[in-house]
């Protein structure tokens, strides 16, 4: 009887992001996401009716995941969000959130979201550095991924969060210090700073990296241990397992309270 927990992959992106290790399908073919998403409603059905039936069980936290959950049209978004209520209740205040790529988010999609009932996203950013994004092939300016963000805020998202790596080509610590002002200046209610792992060996498109600029094992600590310290003297705290969130926020409040 207990609320469930829902993650959603949807592996599809229309560019490819040289660092990633997620499970991933690069495609410009909607027709893909469209069949895709028949499959996501049959494997709902499946898992409802093991529950005792469509709606016997309600979730509360839901999450879309991938991939670019944004590489989805309005029209496949909202199919698909159809798909899960029709099979699994919504608890009331329950949390919905999303991976977003705003190169891939065009004017008006959050206002979407936020009217399916999504009120938390996760902004993927990694680095500001020009010539980090040109390294790993993720070119993103400061004024687009701010732009979704606002109109998020504005929709009525609750809360951001903004990740970022750190061991990438070409990273500096005054690279990624200037990185780090421009994400203060966002004010993120969470983020998430990840290590990049270079396993090329397991992840192909992470081979189009050069070696030879990753930063070394010293420098990459520099970079983490500078990250630390001025995100916590920004006032975020640091929750643990990469993440850090402002004292109000939900997991800070539950960190506190001893119930993380």
Not at 101 to 117: C, Q
Not at 129 to 153: L, N, P, W
Request: a negative charge.
């Amino acid at each position: 009887g207990a609320p469930l927990s829902l993650y959603v992959h949807l592996p599809f992106c229309d560019t490819v992001c040289y660092y990633c290790g997620c499970n991933k399908i690069v495609t410009r073919d909607h027709g893909r996401s469209e069949k895709y998403i028949n499959y996501l409603g049959r494997e709902m059905a499946m898992v409802a009716a093991a529950l005792g039936g469509a709606r016997a069980a309600s979730y509360n936290q839901l999450h879309w995941g991938g991939g670019t959950p944004t590489f989805l049209s309005g029209e496949e978004m909202s199919s698909l969000a159809g798909l899960i209520d029709a099979q699994f209740g919504r608890a009331p205040g329950a949390e919905l959130s999303l991976e977003v790529d705003p190169r891939r988010v065009e004017p008006g999609r959050m206002a979407l979201l936020a009217s399916l009932g999504f009120n938390r996203l996760s902004v993927g950013v990694q680095d500001f550095d020009a010539q980090v994004q040109q390294a790993v092939h993720r070119i993103q300016s400061v004024e687009e991924t701010r732009r979704v963000i606002d109109e998020a805020r504005a929709s009525g998202f609750r809360s951001v969060n903004l990740d970022l790596i750190y061991g990438l080509p070409l990273q500096t610590l005054d690279s990624f210090n200037a990185t780090l002002d421009k994400v203060l200046e966002i004010a993120p209610d969470r983020i998430a700073l990840y290590s990049y792992a270079h396993l090329p060996s397991l992840f192909m498109p992470q081979r189009r990296i050069d070696e030879a600029d990753l930063p070394s094992a010293e420098a990459k600590l520099q970079i983490l241990t500078l990250a630390i310290g001025r995100l916590t003297r920004a006032g975020y705290l640091y929750i643990g397992m990469d993440h850090f969130a402002k004292p109000g926020d939900e997991l800070a409040v539950a960190q506190s309270q001893g119930r993380l």
